[in-house]
């Protein structure tokens, strides 16, 4: 009996090492909005971390938030704890381009690697902006099919985030 389990174990063991060799050893994923407000006010929202408690979908009270770095620009950051529980983390610009793009690395606890939040920020007629809101990161061997998860996961945060963010600009323009 012990012996035909350790022969499953190690059969679903090797299964899954051969799942992982396969599966992209990366994620990626977006989502898009028009807005109805200037490209300058839109990108104002998303380049200073201290306005994103207006528009993010994981705003949360109970988290203490410190700013770092200039307020906006390459080396702005934005660090959340929990009182040393998990889920401390931190946002930080490593990318800018004035009304165009902004690059983001997001670092959730010391034991995770980085992701990345991508903003293309697209000017349209009658003073419209389009903004793409792409997710990325890299995983790791064992992390690998949780990769076939993430948009699913985190699609509607991005796409929350949007409306969001759409309402408080239009505001910003009336």
């Not at 012996?3 to 051969?18: P, R, W």
Request: charged share 20%.
């Amino acid at each position: 009996m012990a012996k035909k389990l350790v022969i499953i174990f190690s059969a679903i063991v090797l299964l899954n090492l051969i799942v992982c060799a396969f599966l992209p050893n990366t994620f990626s994923f977006q989502r898009s909005i028009e807005i109805k407000a200037n490209k300058e006010t839109v990108f104002g929202q998303v380049a200073s971390f201290r306005n994103w408690r207006n528009w993010s979908p994981w705003s949360d009270s109970t988290l203490q938030i410190t700013f770092a770095g200039p307020e906006t620009h390459v080396g702005a950051e934005m660090l959340w704890s929990n009182d040393g529980k998990e889920n401390d983390g931190s946002n930080k610009i490593v990318e800018f381009k004035p009304y165009n793009y902004l690059k983001i690395e997001t670092q959730i606890s010391k034991n995770t690697q980085a992701l990345f939040m991508e903003f293309y920020f697209e000017e349209m007629p009658a003073n419209t902006c389009k903004v793409v809101w792409k997710q990325s990161g890299n995983l790791t061997f064992f992390e690998r099919p949780f990769g076939l998860f993430m948009e699913k996961i985190m699609g509607s945060d991005l796409e929350l985030g949007l409306q969001k963010l759409k309402i408080n600009s239009e505001a910003l323009v009336k």
